[in-house]
């Protein structure tokens, strides 16, 4: 404990460095900006900004997308609860409370919740996370390649099953997320899959370029069908925020608790991520809160679960990637991305190779969280006014940064191509209700499914069992069966209930 | 009804297409495994058969199980459906998607610069904004700050175009001051 500590003060001296406090203002800023504008999710603006990291050193360039992954949980708060526009999908949940507290009277307290709410989760969230990565590290060191596939396989069965919507749907989405992962050359035995002679194929599709098309492009031109039809935003009395008191908070401290731990897990899971969490403790609090029968008619517990975990998930995602390379959330997958560009593999090892850059990440991520409650304390009228600004000027700029951050991924053309193809694909998933995130956590988490279960079979002479013979792996296996079946229950339960 | 459910299984069909048709292309890897060994079909073939399995499903559950509404239902939730349906555009989406597929097509004939300028115009009067003036000074500089961003800043390689667009490109490079 006192060696964490002590890299944790060095982490937070190495914050103070000109460039990683310029790059931490900066992501705040930019993250919360993400977090108002509804037609930019934190993911895509993450994946934005990753272009813009190529010059830097690892350490400032993770704490920039850090800073915009932790603040974007934020910044659509405002939005949701003032006008009832969620600036991300995460803030959904905050309109039913949310917003019903502004309308009866109270935005300033509603405000004053979200902030506490995001301050309580993303802190609790970030010292978890300290006080877990090393031993998590240590432990993922006697992880083999049937662990890894379980857990992959376990992260991408919770997205299916953790969604709202058709699980078919979802399933179909993920198996061609994972057969798109396989364009290229096979990594075990060199064989070119689905190239049809195209060498830009041959190199395998980017899942940036997939996550760039599908949820940039896609959603721009999802959008654009709509004909860019801004939401009149209401006058609203006041765009202050009053914060609750102590009184008031002591009387919610289970919620805090339980929404912030409950978050940090979902964040944990691989795939799942704050979209997630933030729904699922919605309904956790309306299954079990004290208050749940009054849950949708503007009361705290409604603004607290789920922005306590949205945020909380930021710390729970990291700890997969750090320690075992494995992204916990989409966020973590760009930023995944740019370890691997500047050279730096994320796993148990980077605790010994990196320790001041990890711990420097850490740091900044208990700075970033306050920054960002003070930003959005005292700047919230001008953050509000981005509303104002035209959609269509929006989001030609959205629609010109994914062009050039598809161009820069390669420096190819073909990527752009790639990139527009999947904005087609990911507008059209959105008509007949396919959903998006299965299909790209399937393109990103797919040749470590591959690789590990490849692996795997070589290694035990085929024996498929193994994965639920080895103690680790086969209670993660049974977590994923559960996680399939549950949801499947509970459908027929209520067919069978209708009948 | 069997025309509405025909629209849902439609999807479900064409994704069994063509999930068929790589299953066929799967079966053509060359390789030479170590016996016992999988070989590099084997993973794909697995994700295709289980897309074609849950395609099945739904075509199946579709066709045999799945109760339409009836038509005096169907309308009233037809009617419902439109008083809360946003009003769509789809002669916009179309114009969008071809005028994105065009700048990738054409991006490298007439050069980042160029194309990022016509393109930021256009889809901003496609997108149904009017002031003209707010057009051209988006698409001016929103132009020249991302050509600074990304090619002097980031050290992008982005399109310089062919001739005489080139031109454009190295003029407006030689005024930014970018090698």
Same mark, same amino acid.
């Given at each position: 404990m006192g060696d964490i500590l002590y890299n944790l003060l060095l982490g937070f001296v190495g914050c103070f460095q000109p460039m990683n406090l310029i790059l931490l203002v900066a992501g705040t800023i930019v993250g919360l900006v993400v977090g108002v504008?509804?037609?930019?999710t934190l993911v895509m603006g993450v994946v934005l900004a990753l272009p813009f990291?190529?010059?830097?050193?690892v350490t400032p360039a993770i704490v920039l997308l850090t800073a915009m992954y932790v603040t974007g949980t934020y910044g659509g708060a405002f939005t949701s609860i003032?006008?009832?526009?969620?600036?991300?999908?995460?803030h959904v949940p905050l309109l039913w409370d949310g917003y019903a507290m502004a309308r009866k009277g109270q935005p300033a307290k509603a405000l004053g919740w979200t902030l506490y709410a995001a301050l309580f989760g993303g802190l609790l969230s970030a010292a978890i996370m300290v006080t877990l990565s090393q031993p998590v590290a240590k432990f993922a060191l006697t992880f083999s390649t049937p662990e890894y596939f379980a857990i992959v396989l376990f992260g991408l069965t919770s997205v299916v099953s953790l969604g709202s919507g058709s699980m078919t749907n979802a399933f179909i989405s993920l198996f061609l997320g994972l057969l798109i992962s396989t364009?290229?050359?096979? =990594?075990?035995? +060199?064989t070119p899959r689905?190239?049809?002679?195209?060498p830009i194929l041959m190199d395998g599709i980017e899942f940036l370029t997939v996550m760039v098309g599908a949820y940039g492009v896609g959603e721009v031109l999802t959008r654009l069908g709509e004909g860019f039809t801004t939401v009149p935003v209401e006058k609203v009395a006041s765009m202050k925020t009053s914060l609750p008191g102590w009184k008031e908070l002591r009387g919610l401290k289970a919620v805090f608790l339980r929404s912030s731990i409950l978050g940090h897990i979902v964040g944990i899971? =691989?795939?799942? +991520?704050a979209t997630i969490a933030s729904f699922v403790t919605y309904g956790v609090e309306g299954q079990y809160g004290k208050r749940r029968k009054e849950?949708?008619?503007?009361?705290?517990e409604g603004i607290v679960a789920p922005q306590a975990a949205a945020t909380a998930s930021v710390g729970g995602a990291m700890i997969p990637l750090l320690?075992?390379?494995?992204?916990?959330s989409g966020a973590t997958a760009v930023m995944l991305g740019a370890f691997l560009l500047h050279g730096i593999q994320p796993g148990p090892q980077v605790f010994i190779t990196s320790a001041n850059m990890v711990y420097t990440v850490f740091a900044s991520l208990f700075i970033g969280i306050v920054l960002m409650c003070v930003v959005g304390y005292i700047a919230i009228k001008p953050l509000v006014k981005?509303?104002?600004?035209?959609e269509a000027v929006v989001s030609v700029y959205i629609m010109l940064l994914c062009f050039v951050g598809a161009l820069s991924i390669?420096?190819?053309?073909s990527d752009l191509w790639l990139m527009v193809a999947f904005g087609v694909v990911g507008y059209f998933f959105d008509r007949i209700k396919f959903p998006i995130a299965p299909l790209v956590l399937g393109t990103i988490l797919g040749p470590l499914a591959e690789t590990s279960f490849y692996t795997t079979m070589i290694s035990f002479q085929n024996d498929w069992t193994i994965f639920f013979r080895r103690p680790i792996s086969g209670v993660i296996m049974a977590l994923t069966v559960i996680a399939l079946v549950l949801p499947m229950l509970k459908t027929f339960r209520t067919v069978a209930r209708k009948r | 009804m069997a025309v509405e459910k025909l629209k849902k299984v439609v999807p479900y069909v064409l994704i069994l297409l063509v999930s068929l048709y790589f299953y066929y292309l799967a079966g053509q890897f060359r390789f030479s495994a170590k016996p016992g060994n999988l070989g590099p079909d084997f993973w794909p073939k697995l994700l295709l058969g289980l897309t074609m399995a849950a395609c099945l499903y739904e075509i199946i559950k579709t066709a045999f199980f799945l109760k339409m509404a009836s038509p005096k239902e169907a309308t009233e939730e037809k009617s419902a459906k439109v008083a809360t349906t946003k009003k769509t555009y789809p002669g916009l989406l179309v114009i969008g998607i071809v005028m994105t597929v065009a700048y990738a097509y054409f991006v490298t004939k007439l050069g980042f610069v160029l194309c990022t300028f016509l393109y930021f115009a256009l889809f901003m009067i496609v997108g149904r904004y009017r002031k003209i003036w707010a057009i051209l000074a988006n698409s001016v500089v929103g132009t020249l700050v991302l050509v600074v961003i990304?090619?002097?800043?980031?050290y992008v390689s982005l399109p310089l175009g062919q001739e005489p667009f080139s031109g454009v490109t190295f003029f407006v490079l030689k005024m930014l001051g970018i090698k």
């Open positions: 504008l509804p037609g930019l990291t190529y010059p830097m050193e003032l006008f009832r526009i969620p600036g991300e999908p995460i364009v290229g050359v096979d =990594p075990t035995y +060199g689905f190239a049809f002679g195209y899971v =691989p795939g799942a +991520g849950l949708g008619t503007g009361i705290p320690t075992m390379g494995v992204p916990g981005i509303l104002d600004f035209p390669r420096n190819s053309i | 990304f090619m002097k800043v980031v």
